[in-house]
């Protein structure tokens, strides 16, 4: 299985501020077939589902902020905020859909400092 | 509009079978572009995906080792849903159930672009 570990679990930064957030693949999620990365970032706020910010690693799902992006350097992601707001206070999981089982990070709580 | 709309009990004896529908607008279960999945979350396990089903030619089904000797997922194409059972469940079970669809492109890999609102579920006497 390929398994994804994220840091830090918790995270309390100010209003303005940029927050990151890391995520790590135990294998490639690299397809040499589509040249992609097959590397989900979700936000998820209380009593609601995840909901899908960026796919294939860094593109921005439709409606999602500009202040959300993604990136990475071989197995490791990362989920930036460039500018923190109030609404953003969540808890973030990245996701590996490159095979099954489809593996969650254990989740980031993003918490205003 | 595209949705999902769960059903299902929300406390399940031990032992027993662990039933939920998700019922899909805007988007077929037939469709050859896409996957509807199951996923659950408990603070124990953190999100799990449990498995999918999926149309390209014939139906097709993908479960997690961990549930698979437990796990049936099935498409109704009459009501244009598809369902959940997991059997034997134990207190292990508990927790909320996700229904989600996967586009399916060139690969069967997808992310989860579309997701129910969830069920809490609870294994208990």
């Known amino acids: 299985d390929i398994v994804t570990t994220q840091s830090p679990d918790s995270l309390a930064a100010s209003l303005g501020e940029r927050a990151t957030i890391n995520c790590k693949s135990s294998?490639?999620?690299?397809?040499?077939?589509?040249?992609?990365?097959?590397l989900a970032w979700y936000q998820q706020k209380p009593g609601h589902p995840p909901k899908l910010l960026i796919y294939?690693?860094?593109t921005r799902e439709s409606g999602v902020p500009d202040r959300f992006s993604g990136s990475w350097s071989g197995t490791d992601f990362t989920l930036t905020i460039s500018s923190l707001q109030a609404e953003d206070v969540a808890v973030y999981y990245c996701q590996q859909y490159y095979r099954t089982p489809y593996n969650f990070g254990q989740g980031t709580k993003l918490e205003i400092k | 509009q595209e949705q999902l709309q769960q059903s299902g009990p929300g406390l399940v004896n031990p032992s027993q079978t662990l039933s939920l529908t998700c019922a899909i607008s805007g988007d077929s279960v037939s469709s050859s572009s896409a996957a509807w999945n199951w996923i659950r979350q408990s603070p124990s396990r953190g999100l799990e995906w449990l498995g999918r089903t999926y149309y390209r030619s014939k139906w097709n089904n993908d479960y997690a080792v961990s549930v698979k000797s437990r796990i049936t997922i099935s498409p109704d194409t009459s009501k244009n849903q598809f369902s959940l059972q997991l059997d034997s469940v134990t207190p292990e079970d508990t927790g909320v159930y996700f229904c989600?669809?996967?586009?399916?492109?060139?690969?069967?890999?997808?992310?989860?672009?579309?997701w129910g609102r969830g069920t809490l579920v609870s294994v208990s006497s």
């Open positions: 294998q490639s999620v690299f397809s040499t077939t589509t040249n992609k990365n097959y």
């Open positions: 989600a669809r996967s586009k399916l492109g060139i690969t069967v890999n997808w992310y989860f672009d579309l």
């Open positions: 294939w690693a860094s």
